[in-house]
């Protein structure tokens, strides 16, 4: 489906029952063994999405409104490896959704999020601020990345509080800055992903002026 990232894993949950909810939850960070995720659907009518090339994406098939299970209220931590071809700066876009809401971290940096989790609020279906799961939440990216097969990391840690439904969706691409005379590094991420693990790249090759 054009995307560079690996299968989003399930690393973990941490149980938090009452608030305070912080938007850094980097100190619930779970970091068990990688499980496999499902697949979860379209949100069951509630969540918006999923979002092109992408899926809603769980480690409980029944964790979706009107599924079958109810997930405990806590963190529970994601993670998905990339590559690139170059080491240093890339820019692009990054959609996300998150039922309640989610932050998002690059290589260990849990100091400084990509995005920080959204304010619970009446949290009706989720949380009332984004990320959530029914309002895209769209970032514009600049970040260092790593060369290399599957070097780079980011790590979810979704935070749910209704005591039902969790789960996880986003989408996004970066690329390099053109060099002369080579040309630019184009890295597609989302959740919806068939089999493979490793990371590909795409080139956008300039025509040479005549």
Known sequence: MGNNNTSVAYNGFIAQANPPYPANPSSFLSTNPAASTFNIGTGGGVWNGPIANSSWVSF???????????????????????????????????????????????????????????????????????????????VNLAVNLIAGVNTNTLTFIVEQTGLHAQGLDFQGSLSSPTPTPEPSTLLLLGTGLIGSAGALFRRSRAKAAR
């Open 60 to 138: 409980d098939a029944q964790s979706f409104p009107g599924g079958a299970d109810q997930n405990a209220n806590g963190y529970y931590t994601y993670t998905t490896t990339f590559g690139a071809a170059t080491t240093g700066p890339y820019t692009g876009t990054f959609n996300i959704y998150a039922d309640d809401t989610v932050a998002v971290y690059l290589n260990g940096n849990f100091t400084t999020p990509l995005i920080l989790a959204g304010a619970i609020g009446g949290d009706s279906h989720c949380a009332d601020n984004t990320p959530n799961c029914l309002t895209l939440d769209t």
